[in-house]
């Protein structure tokens, strides 16, 4: 079993639909971090957590650390937001766990 | 003006080569990374270095071995290829020296590496 769980593994939404993406973790961590991975390949970084709730723009990352869990929302999505959306945790030894992604595909 | 660069961007090459992938940052971070993703796009941490001193060895083949030269780049170096390195290799880095996983980090571009 994964140490990173996420959940779906693949989503469909219609434009504008509010998303959420869900990660649960079995280990102790540090910090909890979502990446997003564009159709083209790349890796971008856009939240690190270690408590508490973050926002940027549409996007909007929560953590609950007692229940080893997160959530990635997206308001009002867009085509744009398609990507593979990536959970992944950091433990107090360096240690790196990754979720198996999370496919969007957000149609016009 | 590329914050962190990867080259090259691709690579096809026959097994029992030996080859390098180089990776260079330009926000002055102290800590850089090298992840392998596979064909089923699994993401998995190699190498992490932090001012030029190796933090993180995960378990990986002898034949992979880092290189740090200054702590501006972090090479990759790969003997003997197999068919099972062929992947895409991303480097990373991140700005605090001694929190590693606690940071944002800001990837390269990536490295598909094909083995024939």
């Known amino acids: 079993k994964n140490e990173v769980e996420q959940s779906p593994q693949n989503l469909t939404a219609q434009e504008g639909e509010f998303i959420t993406i869900n990660c649960s973790y079995s280990?102790?961590?540090?910090?909890l971090h979502w990446l997003q991975q564009h159709p083209g390949g790349g890796i971008v970084s856009l939240f690190m957590?270690?408590?508490g709730k973050k926002k940027h723009g549409r996007l909007i990352a929560t953590i609950n650390i007692q229940e080893k869990h997160s959530s990635l929302h997206i308001t009002a999505s867009h085509p744009r937001d398609s990507a593979v959306y990536i959970c992944?945790?950091?433990?107090?030894?360096?240690?790196?766990?990754f979720g198996t992604g999370t496919s969007l595909t957000v149609i016009p | 003006d590329t914050a962190v660069s990867q080259t090259p961007k691709y690579l096809v090459t026959q097994m029992g080569n030996d080859k390098s992938i180089k990776c260079e940052q330009n926000?002055?971070?102290?800590?850089m990374y090298w992840y392998k993703q596979d064909s089923k796009k699994f993401l998995k941490i190699m190498f992490s270095?932090?001012?030029?001193?190796?933090?993180i060895n995960e378990t990986v083949p002898n034949r992979f071995s880092p290189k740090s030269p200054d702590k501006a780049h972090l090479n990759l170096h790969i003997n003997s290829l197999e068919l099972g390195d062929s992947a895409v290799y991303f480097c990373?880095?991140?700005?605090?020296?001694?929190?590693?996983?606690?940071?944002?980090?800001?990837f390269g571009p990536g490295t598909r590496l094909t083995v024939l």
């Open positions: 990373a880095s991140s700005p605090l020296k001694g929190r590693g996983g606690t940071d944002t980090q800001y």
């Open positions: 280990v102790g961590i540090s910090a």
């Open positions: 957590l270690s408590s």
């Open positions: 992944a945790v950091t433990t107090r030894i360096n240690q790196f766990y």
């Open positions: 926000l002055g971070h102290d800590t």
């Open positions: 270095y932090n001012n030029k001193e190796l933090i």
